[in-house]
């Protein structure tokens, strides 16, 4: 059958003024670099290319980095002729066995992020898969020997880079929400943790540690997909971000990403799989021996319950997650811990008693959670909200108008669809009281706000 020529890789080939024969040992001299020597394409392998046959891996990723460095820009697979190959349509939602099967899995879930692929975009929750990972993190052993043997020596400076830049994104995320970074923090994951993995070299010390910075950007990726609503999404990085901390042998990072998974399947509105995620979030606490951790899964199992309506299963896991924040020992614990403050515990216990219909304790956590870090705008923006909610089920309305004219007013600053939702969750609840005079002023307020 004769094929169709590629005539995208001609065009591309005359823009940035390569000859084949050039672009021939540009090729070969980067596979060499990148840890794929012997290469020998010349000017006839690129005029077969431009004919329509399509090289193999990993050529057309070659190619890719070739073009961009020429041209100044970013370079798909599908700006070459070259579609990627394949890619099955559950990419990411497996726990997978072994270290080099996780790390060829996430790779390949950032690249394909990266390219945005449909059916990431599309991809929906799938309660198997979460189930699944949990299941695999609570049995599967220890990791052997997370090493790589690849041509680039891995240092601590590599892994101090994507420490800082995951506590730098995390910051813009809380502050302005994750629609104005989530793209950045992937292509960071693409470009500089990816050749990492696949290309670094590295024994088991520097292995667990690559590990478990990789797993933490992932879980921010991940995490700031959930604030996008893109859930099938952030579910398979969680899911991988898992299988990393796996790699890294990392308890307390597991059982966080664990209580990040059950987080998520509450806020979907499946409680019963929240409560699966939230006790193995539990396991891994204990076994850790970290106390803010098992408040944090205790907390999500009384949100759970809470769900399901039982509320003397809620406040015995609101008990549990008591004793565990009183006897924590922050000094002890990984920093990226210390978001959870009695602010936070607050604002969980009130989210529950929101979802019980219990106004007063509402209002009275909520209250207690507004006394939080001036830097986490949004997660203000969801403690007004429930304020606001809380004295609506007491009867405040003027008051509950005025606490919801704060939220509306940090949520027009953030690009983050669960602020939308939270704003959205508002509204309904304010509609029986549409015709009141706080509430057509809180409409004239935002109607202020939306035209500014």
């Known amino acids: 059958m004769e094929r169709e020529p590629n005539r995208l890789l001609?065009?591309?080939?005359?823009?940035?003024?390569?000859?084949?024969?050039?672009?021939?040992?540009?090729?070969?001299?980067?596979?060499?670099?990148?840890?794929?020597?012997?290469?020998?394409?010349?000017?006839?392998?690129?005029?077969?290319?431009?004919?329509?046959?399509?090289?193999?891996?990993?050529?057309?990723?070659?190619?890719?980095?070739?073009?961009?460095?020429?041209?100044?820009?970013?370079?798909?697979?599908?700006?070459?002729?070259?579609?990627?190959?394949?890619?099955?349509?559950?990419?990411?939602?497996?726990?997978?066995?072994?270290?080099?099967?996780?790390?060829?899995?996430?790779?390949?879930?950032?690249?394909?992020?990266?390219?945005?692929?449909?059916?990431?975009?599309?991809?929906?929750?799938?309660?198997?898969?979460?189930?699944?990972?949990?299941?695999?993190?609570?049995t599967c052993p220890s990791e052997g020997r997370p090493g790589g043997r690849g041509t680039r020596r891995v240092g601590r400076a590599d892994i101090a880079a994507i420490q800082e830049v995951t506590r730098s994104f995390g910051e813009l995320d809380n502050r302005f929400g994750s629609g104005r970074v989530r793209s950045s923090v992937v292509k960071y994951l693409d470009t500089a943790v990816s050749p990492l993995l696949k290309d670094g070299s590295y024994g088991d010390s520097t292995g667990r540690r690559l590990a478990a910075a990789a797993a933490e950007l992932t879980r921010l990726a991940g995490w700031m997909a959930y604030d996008m609503e893109q859930h099938g999404l952030a579910q398979r990085y969680l899911i991988q971000a898992l299988r990393l901390a796996r790699g890294a042998d990392d308890h307390t990072l597991g059982g966080e990403i664990l209580a990040g998974m059950a987080h998520q399947a509450v806020y979907m509105g499946q409680p019963a799989h929240a409560l699966d995620l939230a006790r193995a979030a539990q396991l891994a606490a204990r076994r850790a021996g970290v106390h803010t951790l098992l408040a944090s899964a205790h907390v999500l199992e009384a949100h759970a319950h809470a769900g399901l309506g039982d509320a003397r299963s809620c406040g015995g896991a609101l008990q549990a997650a008591e004793r565990a924040f009183e006897a924590r020992r922050p000094a002890e614990e990984p920093g990226w811990l210390s978001y959870f403050d009695e602010a936070y515990l607050s604002a969980k216990f009130a989210h529950c008693f929101r979802d019980l219909g219990e106004g007063e304790r509402t209002v009275h956590m909520a209250r207690r959670s507004l006394d939080m870090d001036s830097r986490y705008v949004r997660g203000r923006m969801?403690?007004?909200?429930?304020?606001?909610?809380?004295?609506?089920?007491?009867?405040?309305?003027?008051?509950?108008?005025?606490?919801?004219?704060?939220?509306?007013?940090?949520?027009?600053?953030?690009?983050?669809?669960?602020?939308?939702?939270?704003?959205?969750?508002?509204r309904r609840r304010l509609e029986p009281y549409k015709k009141e005079r706080p509430v057509l002023a809180l409409r004239e307020h935002t109607r202020e706000l939306t035209s500014a």
Request: with cysteine; glycine share 10%; proline share 4%.
């Open 382 to 426: 969801f403690n007004l909200s429930l304020l606001a909610a809380g004295l609506l089920q007491s009867g405040e309305l003027e008051e509950a108008c005025v606490a919801a004219a704060s939220a509306f007013t940090l949520a027009g600053d953030l690009q983050s669809a669960r602020s939308r939702s939270y704003v959205a969750d508002l």
């Open 10 to 138: 001609q065009q591309l080939i005359a823009e940035a003024g390569f000859s084949h024969k050039g672009l021939a040992r540009r090729l070969n001299d980067l596979g060499a670099a990148r840890g794929t020597p012997g290469l020998k394409y010349d000017h006839s392998s690129v005029l077969r290319w431009i004919g329509g046959q399509r090289p193999r891996d990993p050529v057309p990723g070659l190619l890719r980095e070739i073009f961009a460095l020429r041209l100044g820009r970013p370079v798909t697979s599908e700006d070459l002729g070259m579609p990627a190959s394949i890619t099955p349509l559950d990419l990411g939602q497996e726990f997978t066995h072994t270290w080099q099967e996780g790390v060829a899995t996430v790779t390949a879930l950032w690249r394909a992020d990266v390219e945005r692929r449909r059916f990431l975009i599309d991809s929906t929750f799938a309660i198997g898969a979460g189930s699944i990972g949990a299941v695999r993190w609570l």
